[in-house]
């Protein structure tokens, strides 16, 4: 939609429907006491509006119809029946099923040892899929970057150790991939490819994990809108991929002084991304609270949200992790929040979407 200055001119007007013509989109023009407004009539989403917006006479130029159309809930009917759910499938989970999933496992993974102890702690307290970083994003370039860091043929030990513990204790794996130069590699060995609150916006990088045809975690940038994250979202959907889990992980807190906590948990996230795309909406509270002894309430807050499942950092001794230990959980922690957001998930209900 282009809405004019009140003072727009006659030329001005002629020359914006003339721009509209060569994208061969219909212009429907309205003249109302002090201004006209052009409605874009077709597909909008190859329109340029901000150049649209830098033209003589021009008000405002925007988009009316949405930038994420094929993951889209409007767009997208997903079985005859109108049935609003759509589940990504890792081997026999369903995420965004009837249940509640629940991925967890070491914020870093830093040996086989501590790889496959957690992993044997996650299991018992009732996880589905292991969880593991072996590409680390980090502030500092002095901090532990994990065993990828250490070249070609640590990270493929260490992706094997994942893979391994993920056979063993019969679930399936997920790992972020910071570069385009990691995917193949990694895809080797995961079920899950995560693109971390970091890479949110890098293109190449979600083109290059959409095209491995695995499963995606993709994570909410902590700056970024929910409309962007939707519209680089669709970056992978592009690519004929819609296995998308969608993860909320704190956005950037306001005001000065202490927060408290690392992130602000945005829960209104959950249900307000529910109703815009079918896809599965997972919480990440370790991230967001960077507390241990706020995970087991927000965990509870975030199925009560609708989340399809949560991602949560485990360590067997917290203090001992090289990194995340402030906001990792023992297994046991672990078993009584995934009880404590059963019993919620028993109470509320799987959440459809109803206007
Ligand atoms: C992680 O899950 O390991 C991680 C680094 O999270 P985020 O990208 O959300 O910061
Ligand atoms: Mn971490």
């Known amino acids: 939609m282009i809405i004019m200055k009140t003072d727009a001119t006659r030329e001005q007007i002629g020359r914006v429907m003339k721009e509209i013509k060569q ?28 150049h649209f917006a830098t033209l003589p006479g021009v008000k405002e130029a925007m988009m009316v119809e949405t930038p994420y159309k094929l993951i889209n809930r409007e767009y997208n009917k997903l079985s005859e029946t109108g049935e609003p759910r759509f589940v990504v499938k890792v081997g026999n989970i369903e995420i965004g099923g009837d249940e509640p999933i629940y991925m967890a496992g070491p914020c870093a993974v830093e040996s086989k040892e501590q790889l496959f102890r957690i992993a044997e702690g996650v299991k018992k307290a009732g996880a589905h899929i292991l969880r593991g970083g072996i590409f680390k994003p980090r502030t500092s370039v002095h901090s532990f970057q994990g ?19 993920g ?11 910071r570069g385009e ?9 995961v079920d899950i490819l995560q693109i971390g609150a ?17 499963p995606v975690l993709y994570k909410r940038h902590f700056g970024a809108g929910i409309e962007e994250f939707l519209s680089f979202a669709e970056y992978i959907a592009a690519e004929g991929n819609k296995n998308i889990i969608l993860c909320e992980r704190g956005i950037l807190p306001v005001g000065k002084g202490k927060s408290y ?11 307000a991304i529910q109703k815009e795309t079918y896809l599965p909406v997972m919480v990440d509270p370790s991230h967001a609270a960077g507390r241990r002894d706020l ?20 360590h067997y001794n917290p203090a001992e992790a090289l990194v995340d230990g402030q906001q990792m959980i023992t297994p046991d922690e ?18 459809r979407n109803k206007d």
């Open 23 to 50: 994208y061969r989109l219909k212009a429907d023009v309205s003249k109302g006491a002090y201004r006209t407004v052009i409605g874009l009539v077709g597909d909008e989403t190859k329109v340029d509006f901000a």
């Open 147 to 165: 065993l990828g860091a250490g070249g070609q043929e640590e990270a493929r030990e260490a992706l094997s150790w994942l893979r391994d513990a």
């Open 295 to 314: 995970i087991f309430s927000m965990s509870c807050a975030a199925i009560a949200a609708g989340a399809c499942g949560l991602m949560i950092e485990v």
């Open 198 to 214: 970091r890479n949110m916006y890098d293109q190449d990088l979600l083109t290059k994990v959409a095209n491995t045809g695995k």
């Open 261 to 271: 906590t690392r992130y602000t948990l945005d829960l209104s996230a959950v249900p």
């Open 167 to 177: 056979n063993r204790f019969e679930m399936p794996v997920v790992t972020e991939v």
């Open 334 to 351: 672990l078993k009584d929040t995934i009880d404590a957001c059963n019993r919620v998930h028993s109470v509320i209900g799987t959440k």
């Open 181 to 189: 130069t990691q995917v193949d590699l990694v895809a080797e060995y």
